[in-house]
């Protein structure tokens, strides 16, 4: 137990062995914050550029057109026209029927055998043209039937008043009885009846023979044959043998409210002859011009309407019967009337306004009152004077104060309206094409939809370049935009296509925005 130790043992079992602290890094970490703070402070920086990029245009700046690339919205373009003075027609509109003062059906007014028929159908007839051909033998054997007995008649009545002279003369003698004289008398007098009654039969004869020969009892135009010859035909046949129209003259008959009778009844009462006009279906084009006659002695309480007739001359049958038309009357006429265009007038929530143009070519919001209107024009009681210029087209889109663009043309307008909205959608393709991708394919797109608005190259008449990750060897092609300018390869002068081939310029900082 007591053996020797060496110093170096005694030392090394007597002090424990130095437990080795931790290693503590103190550098590395510092080292490793600092690059935290590098790339936090780097990653704002990154994130400021883009949103500095981004809603750059959104700023407000003086010059609009190089903060966001884009032009300023143009002034709207519009069409106006004149406030003027003129005469206003006061009308009165209508529906009417082409109604013919006389329309007749040819019947027969005796029984008999339709021989023949003397006209054409659609032809015209005048008053007393033959129309048709009843069998009339019946009626003349009936004729010479009656004309016998009245020659009978005659003859027995000489025979009574020769009798009736030589009584008379031997009465005077008091060779006869007076009751023979008075008998005589009175016999002379039934042959006088007999003879009346005759020649009144002898008139029906002749009557009934003259009705078998028909003639037209006014002049109009014959519509189509009801009833074919051979046919036997009686005074009861409803339909007849054909029906006759007058058409000229004719007449319109329409009806109207009651509302507008006192003003009508007034001007006819003063003398005055109101124009009438009548329309076809469409109310487009006038078919004829005429007066108004008259107007019917009651009101209808059903509708609470009158009706009135006007009369027409019709020598080229444009007026048909049964016609449907429009009608139209004069009633009046203002004079040295304000008028505006009718599609200057305008309805909002404040009543009828239009747009006056200023002299700093601004328009203005003006409410009128209107009066009477036609299709052309509509008078103005209140808040416009003649000289003053209205918006007739482009309203749309006003507003009280807004800047405008005065044309002349209506296409030009048209033209130049439809431009603004084919730029407006080229550029929104533009973008569309420069986010899509890469490719030739999207960059083909992108030309073709139009360079972006205030895009360099749309201003220097260049092909917008690819945005997508395209093959360095392959031009971007022109755009339409650019047809007739010089081709992008001439003007930068860019080198052929090849693996040598320089890269296409840069994209421009606004459609690199629109990638991103």
């Known amino acids: 137990m007591n053996e020797a130790l060496k110093p170096d043992d005694v030392t090394q079992r007597s002090t424990p062995a130095p437990i ?5 890094e103190t550098r590395p970490p510092r080292r490793r914050r600092l690059f935290v703070w590098i790339a936090v402070v780097a990653a704002l920086a990154a994130a400021g550029a883009f949103a500095w990029r981004k809603f750059e245009p959104i700023a407000p700046t003086t010059n609009r057109e190089e903060s966001s690339g884009r032009p300023a919205q143009p002034p709207q373009t519009v069409r106006v026209a004149p406030v003027v003075l003129g005469d206003m027609p006061l009308t009165i509109d209508a529906l009417g029927t082409v109604t013919p003062f006389e329309t007749v059906t040819i019947r027969t007014q005796i029984a ?6 003397g006209f054409t159908e659609g032809q015209t007839v005048k008053a007393g043209d033959f129309i048709a051909q009843i069998d009339p033998r019946p009626y ?6 009656a004309q016998g007995q009245l020659a009978k008649d005659q003859a027995l009545l000489g025979q009574a008043q020769g009798d009736l002279a030589r009584f008379q003369q031997l009465a005077k003698q008091d060779s006869i009885a007076l009751q023979q004289v008075a008998d005589q008398i009175a016999l002379v007098a039934q042959d ?5 009654a005759d020649q009144a039969m002898v008139k029906t004869a002749e009557l009934n023979v003259a009705y078998t020969h028909i003639v037209s009892p006014v002049t109009g135009r014959v519509g189509l044959r009801l009833v074919d010859p051979g046919n036997y035909l009686q005074p009861s046949d409803a339909n007849g043998i054909v029906v006759i129209t007058q058409i000229d003259p004719i007449s319109v008959v329409f009806t109207t409210p009651e509302d507008n009778l006192p003003r009508i009844a007034a ?14 279906r469409d109310n487009v084009h006038a078919l004829a011009t005429g007066t108004l006659t008259t107007f019917d002695s009651q009101i209808d309480v059903t509708t609470g309407t009158i009706k009135m007739r006007s009369t027409f001359d019709n020598p080229n049958g444009v007026l048909f019967p049964n016609q449907f038309v429009n009608v139209r009357v004069l009633v009046d006429t203002m004079t040295d009337a304000t008028l505006a265009p009718n599609p200057a007038i305008q309805l909002g929530a404040s009543g009828n306004f239009v747009y006056l143009l200023n002299d700093n070519s601004t328009v203005s919001k003006r409410d009128v009152v209107i009066g009477p209107t036609d299709g052309k024009h509509t008078v103005i009681t209140s808040g416009l004077k003649a000289g003053d210029k209205v918006v007739i ?7 009280d104060g807004v800047k ?6 209506p296409a030009t307008a048209g033209a130049q309206a439809g431009g603004g909205q084919g ?18 394919h999207h960059r083909r797109r992108h030309d073709q939809s139009g360079a972006g608005e205030g895009s360099p190259a749309a201003a220097e008449g260049q092909a917008p370049p690819a945005t997508g990750a395209a093959s360095p060897s392959a031009p971007a092609p022109a755009s339409p935009a650019t047809q007739g300018a010089p081709p992008a390869g001439a003007t930068q002068g860019a080198a052929p296509a090849g693996p040598s081939a320089p890269s296409p310029a840069p994209a421009s900082p606004t459609t690199q925005r629109s990638a991103r």
Do not use: C
């Open 20 to 24: 080795e602290p931790a290693p503590v």
């Open 393 to 399: 087209d482009g309203v749309d889109r006003l507003r």
């Open 192 to 196: 006088k009846a007999a003879i009346a």
């Open 423 to 440: 730029l407006e959608q080229g550029g929104m393709g533009s973008a569309a094409g420069s986010a899509s991708g890469a490719g030739q």
């Open 140 to 145: 003349e054997a009936a004729l010479a039937q």
């Open 112 to 117: 008999g055998t339709l021989q023949n028929v």
């Open 404 to 409: 405008v663009k005065v044309v002349d043309n």
């Open 267 to 280: 001007r006819l009462n003063s003398g005055a002859k109101l124009k009438v006009t009548v329309l076809d």
